[in-house]
C-alpha cells in the first residue's frame, strides 16, 4: 500500500500552502521529512511551529544535496517539472508525485474532481454546496483555499471530496483516482509552463481521466472543440453539456432554462426516447451569466451521478451566492455597481465577465501577462465598455490596443483606479475588476488584489 509510509525518507519540494500541507500529511504518517524551497517565503511562527513538532527538516533560499536523500519527492504544484531540482531528481531515477497524487493514497470515498481552464472554483464550489446541503459527507480543497494533504486522511468510505485540480496537479500524477471527473473548458493558459504548446496542456488537462474506469464518469463541455476534438472513450460511462446543440448531451441550456435527460439505461442513453426534466429557470438563480450556467450543468450531471435527487440539485443552483472574487457584487453606491472579479486572471475569464451585464460598464484591466491576446474581448468591448482603466504591468499594452476603440485611462495604483472608477462612472453603470492579467506584479495572488480592491471601493 502506498500510504504504507513510515520511516521513508520523503523530501517535499516547495514551501506554499500544498507543500506544507504535504510535509505535514507525510509527518503524521511517520515518514522523516525534509521540507526544501530555494525561495524564502514566509512561514508564520504557527506554521514554523507544527513543522518543528512532527520533527520537520527545513532549508530555505536553496536545495541541497539533502533532497536526493530520499524514497520518493513529492512537488508542490508551482514547482515545474522541468525545474533543475526535479530534473534532477528524475535523472537520479528518484520518483517525483505531485502533492494532488500523494494526498490521494490516504483518501476513502469518492472523489470528484473539476479542472477546466476557467469556472473550477464555482463549479467546485457549487458541487459542495449542493451536496453538503443534501446531507452528504462532503470535504472540499484541492487548488481552492484548502490543500487536499490537509485533510486526504481524515476521509471516510462515506463521504465525498470535491477538489479542483489544475494541469499543474495533474502533470504529476500516477495512480489518481476520482470517481467523478469533470473538464469543464480548455483555452491557452499558463503555455509558459508547457513550452508554449498548447497540445501539452491541453494534454495534461485530459490527465484527469488516466485512472477512470467502469463505473466511474466523466462529464465534458460538449460546446468546447479542443475537448471533443481529444475526447477518447473507456469503460468509464460519458455525460455532457451544452449551451449550443441540445442533440446527444445529458444536460442543456436552452432559452433561459436549464434540462437534464434520463435515460433508464444509463451506460447506453437512448436521445430519441429518454425523459427531459427541467431542472431551473436561470432567470432565478443568483448566478449570472452563461459562463455560470455552463459551471450549474457540470455540478448538475457530478451531484446526479454521486445520487443526489433532482429537487435538493434545484435548491442548491437556486440559492447559490457565488465565490469570493469571482464576479462578485462588492456594493451598489450611488447607482453604480462595483464587481469584483479578481480572479479572471486571463482574457477568457474577462470575456465571460464582459458577457454578463447588459449596462455600460467601467472595465478595470491590468497586471502580469505573457502574450494576451486581447482581440477575444475586442467586440465585447466595442459594444459594452464606456472606458478602460488600465493598471500595472501590462497597462501600456491595453492603452494601446483598446485605445481606437474606447477611452482608456493609465492608473499608477489600484488607489488611483478606484477614485478614477468613481470619478467616471454614472448611476447605472458597473465598475468590473476583471483584470485579464495574473496579479504577481503588485501583489502576492489573486485573493489579495480582489480584497484590496474591496476595501478601496468600500472606503468610497
Known sequence: MKNEIKNLRISIIGAARSGIAAALLAARHGAKVLLSDSGNPALSDEILNKLRNYSIEIELNYHTEKVYDCDFIVASPGVPIDSEVLEKAISKGIKVYSELEFASWFAKGKIIAVTGTNGKTTTTALIHYILKNSGFKTFVGGNIGNAFSN?????????????????????????????????????????????????????????????????????????????????????????SFSAIDSSFATTFYMDGKIYVRESENRDFPDFTTEKVTLVVDTKQMLLRGIHNYYNSMAALLSSKFIGCDIEHIRNGLLTFQ???????????????????????????????????????????????????????????????????????????????????????????????????????????????????C?????????????????ELVNQL
Request: proline residues 2%.
Open 151 to 239: 485533510f486526504a486522511d481524515q476521509t471516510d468510505e462515506q463521504s465525498i471530496t470535491v477538489l479542483e485540480v489544475s494541469s499543474y496537479q495533474l502533470d504529476l500524477i500516477e495512480s489518481f483516482h476520482p470517481d467523478v471527473a469533470i473538464i469543464l473548458n480548455i483555452t491557452p493558459d499558463h503555455l509558459e509552463r508547457y513550452n508554449n504548446n498548447f497540445s501539452s496542456y491541453i494534454n495534461s488537462k485530459f490527465r484527469v481521466i488516466k485512472n477512470l474506469d467502469e463505473g466511474d464518469v466523466f462529464i465534458y463541455n460538449k460546446d468546447d472543440d479542443n475537448i471533443s476534438r481529444t475526447l477518447s472513450r473507456g469503460k468509464f460511462l460519458t455525460q
Open 322 to 436: 457565488g465565490v469570493e472574487h469571482r464576479l462578485e457584487v462588492v456594493r451598489n453606491l450611488d447607482g453604480v455597481l462595483y464587481v469584483n472579479d479578481s480572479k479572471a486572471t486571463n482574457v477568457r475569464s474577462t470575456y465571460y465577465a464582459l458577457k454578463s451585464f447588459d449596462s455600460p460598464i467601467v472595465l478595470i484591466l491590468g497586471g502580469r501577462e505573457k502574450g494576451n491576446d486581447y482581440s477575444e474581448i475586442k467586440t465585447l468591448v466595442d459594444e459594452k465598455v464606456k472606458l478602460i482603466l488600465a493598471f500595472g504591468e501590462s497597462k501600456e499594452k491595453i492603452e494601446k490596443y483598446f485605445g481606437s476603440i474606447t477611452k482608456v485611462i493609465v492608473c499608477e495604483t489600484l488607489e488611483e483606479v478606484v477614485q478614477q472608477a468613481k470619478i467616471n462612472s454614472l448611476p447605472g453603470d458597473v465598475v468590473l475588476f476583471s483584470p485579464a
Open 438 to 454: 495574473k496579479s504577481f506584479d503588485m501583489f502576492n495572488n489573486f485573493e489579495q488584489r480582489g480584497k484590496k480592491f474591496k
